[in-house]
Every structure is written in C-alpha cells, then in structure tokens.
C-alpha cells in the first residue's frame, strides 16, 4: 500500500511539473499578408503571375473573337439558304458546324490549361518565398523562445485565433530576419 501511495504522488508531481512547464511557454502572432506585402520577391512574383494570366487571357480572347466571327458567319449563311440551294448551303452548315464545335472544344482545353499554368508558375515562384518565410519564423521563435506563433492575417483561411490580448507581435522581428527594411502598412495594430 505505501508503494502505491508512493507511486502516487510521484505521478501527481510529474503532472503537476508537467503543467508548470507548459503554463510558462510563450506565445507570439504575425501578420504574414504585411510581410509578404513587403517582401521584393513576392511583388515580382506578382507581377510575372499577372503578365502570364494577362497573356494567357489574351490567346483565349483571340480565340473567342475567331470563334465569334465564325458562328456569325455560319448564321449568316444560314439566312441564305432557300429550297434551290437547300442541299449545297446545308452541307456547309454542317461542315461550320463541326467546325464551330472543334473550336469550342479547343477553347475549353485552351482555358483548362491556361488555368494549369499559371497554377503550376503560381506554385512554382511562390513556394521558395513561403519556405523563406516559414523558416525566418522559425529562427526567430527560437531567438526569442516563443514555443507558438500565430498568424493573424485575413489571407489564412483556416487561422483558428479568434481573440488574443497581449502577445508578442513579432511581424517586424521576422521582416528583420528577411532584410526587409522599413514599414509598409504593418505598423497598423491588428484587429480584434
């Protein structure tokens, strides 16, 4: 019986220790939309992702006005047929009408890999500056000993934090880490 009751309090008192040591660990938030917002690399990333969603949207545009002039033209052909040219006007509606279909089907792959590639060049660009970015966090939790940092910003769908009071921002400490310099709109304190 004394063994157990030993064993007990042992027990309690790793518990008790246990609890101690995780009431003590500290706890910091981020704004990543400012960091990225600041960050040379994102903005030209930006700017190659816009230039290629701008081109890609101009091919299919050009191939949307091409299938627009000829479904025009077969509906003006159409308008030609009579029961003398019947059979002649009909065999071409039916050669533009194939036709008309292929190109909306090429104008549908076209889209679908447009959408593709500006996917793939989206994750191709970004995913070095989130790994960037997530290991500066890193580094500057372990400097700073925080055993958790949240991220604040709109951008997360999935950020949990509802409410904080206090805290460490460490927003400026990581921008640091980066070598990014000066302020953008991240000196704004964050909204509850």
């Known amino acids: 019986m004394r063994k157990l009751i030993n064993v007990f309090f042992v027990a309690a008192g790793l518990v008790f ?3 101690v040591a995780s009431a003590q660990q500290k706890i910091a938030h981020i704004d990543s939309e400012a960091i990225f917002a600041a960050m040379p690399e994102a903005k030209t990333a930006s ?3 816009e230039a290629l969603q701008k081109q890609k949207q101009s091919e299919i ?3 949307q006005t091409e299938y627009q002039t000829k479904y025009e033209a077969a509906v003006a052909l159409n308008k030609t047929m009579s029961e003398a040219n019947k059979e002649t006007v009909g065999k071409e509606l039916q050669t533009k009408s194939a036709e008309l279909d292929d190109m909306k089907k090429r104008i549908s792959e076209s889209t679908q890999k447009a959408q593709e590639d500006i996917a ?3 994750s191709e660009l970004l995913a070095p500056l989130n790994t960037k ?4 966090v890193k580094a500057v939790a372990k400097e700073k000993g925080f055993a958790y940092v949240f991220d604040i910003s709109a951008q997360q769908g999935a950020n949990n934090l509802l ?3 206090g805290g460490d921002d460490v927003t ?4 640091t880490k980066l070598g990014i310099s000066g ?3 991240a000196a704004t304190a964050p909204k509850k």
């Not at 400026?172 to 921008?175: E, L, R, S």
């Open 17 to 19: 220790t246990a609890n």
């Open 61 to 63: 545009g050009k191939m």
């Open 172 to 175: 400026a400490a990581v921008k």
């Open 163 to 165: 409410a904080w009071e």
């Open 133 to 136: 970015f997530i290991n500066a």
């Open 47 to 49: 700017t190659t992702l």
């Open 183 to 185: 302020t953008t709109a």
């Open 120 to 122: 793939a060049k989206q």
